[in-house]
């Protein structure tokens, strides 16, 4: 699929981004957060109109996300090593020790403590984070965000790496904070064994062929919960079927840049093997007939 859609885009299956000139990037190529791997990542074309002030809205709250995620996950760690000595609540003679870790610690916390962090978060959001200039994430608090003790990164270049560090750290904390809250909600710790999860469509086919580290029975949509073994039979014989075409087709883009058959794939036609592009643009030299004794054969 990527050889595809690379192909379809630039012209090549290994061919430039750079050539894929509709790209949303052009807009927003040179904005922090554009990395290696993948660069700038914009599946949905979210940002393809160009348009300004709804990607610094999005890189705002991009920004945000992440840096809430970062506490989050340090939320879920931290308390597997430390608690606060004493009284979360002395009037209900509840300690910070018998809150559990996780989710099941709002079952424990009072709801006037709930209410305390909303109220908290709130101030932050209206009073405390002002927007310094038009940049996204910029409240003004410097280094490290503490309140401006630490003074602003001075150096442009060190800054940037800061940033876009941030931005890093921040997207990585949003999967880890989502993968943490999944895991603690199906196995009841943020890292739980997963045979714990119970409801598990895994339980089924957990010993089919296929289920293998790191993921395991991957079935995100939980297509086989049901363990109706005939259409996991089915599924698997479909998953089996185009993982052998798909492997044919990785072979047939790569071949064809270092070898070519010699002599004419039409005669009547003067079409030589040679004069056929490697990939999608093959499809516009090869004869209908051609095409037809394709369909015809893995018919």
């Known amino acids: 699929m990527g050889m595809l859609f690379q192909d379809g885009l ?5 061919g430039d981004w750079a050539l894929y000139t509709d790209s949303p990037l052009r807009a927003f190529e040179s904005e922090l957060g554009v990395q290696p791997p993948v660069g700038f990542w914009d599946p949905l074309g979210l940002s393809k ?8 809205r999005r890189r705002e709250t991009e920004i945000k996300h992440g840096r809430v995620s970062m506490y989050a996950c340090m939320g879920y760690i931290v308390p597997e090593y430390f608690k606060w000595p004493g009284y979360l609540s002395p009037q209900m003679g509840l300690k910070f020790a018998d809150i559990p870790n996780g989710l099941a610690g709002f079952s424990k916390v009072p709801d006037v403590g709930l209410q305390q962090w909303v109220a908290f978060i709130g101030f932050l959001e209206l ?11 910029n409240y003004g608090k410097g280094n490290l965000g503490l309140l401006g003790v630490l003074g602003p990164v001075k150096d442009p270049e060190a800054r940037k790496k800061k940033l876009s ?3 890093a750290n921040g997207r990585l904390a949003m ?3 989502m993968g943490m809250l999944f895991q603690d909600g199906l196995t009841g710790s943020a890292w739980g064994d997963w045979a714990l999860y119970t409801d598990s469509p895994l339980r089924a086919f957990e010993s089919e062929l296929g289920v293998q580290p790191p993921v395991g029975f991957w079935d995100p949509l939980g297509l086989s919960k049901d363990g109706n073994e ?3 039979k089915r599924r698997r014989e479909t998953e089996i079927k185009h993982g052998r075409v798909s492997m044919y087709a990785c072979m047939g883009y790569i071949v064809p840049e270092y070898f070519k058959w010699p002599g004419y794939l039409s005669p009547q036609m003067g079409l030589k093997f040679a004069d056929i592009p490697n990939g ?5 030299k090869v004869p ?3 095409l037809q004794q394709w369909v015809a054969f893995i018919g």
Do not use: C, Q, R
């Open 10 to 14: 630039t012209g090549s299956a290994w």
């Open 49 to 56: 109109d160009g348009n300004e002030a709804n990607f610094k």
């Open 127 to 137: 009073f405390v984070n002002k927007p310094v200039g038009d940049e996204p994430g």
């Open 165 to 167: 560090a941030e931005l």
């Open 175 to 177: 999967m880890a904070i």
């Open 230 to 232: 005939a259409n996991f």
């Open 280 to 284: 999608l643009a093959g499809f516009s």
């Open 288 to 290: 209908d007939v051609g």
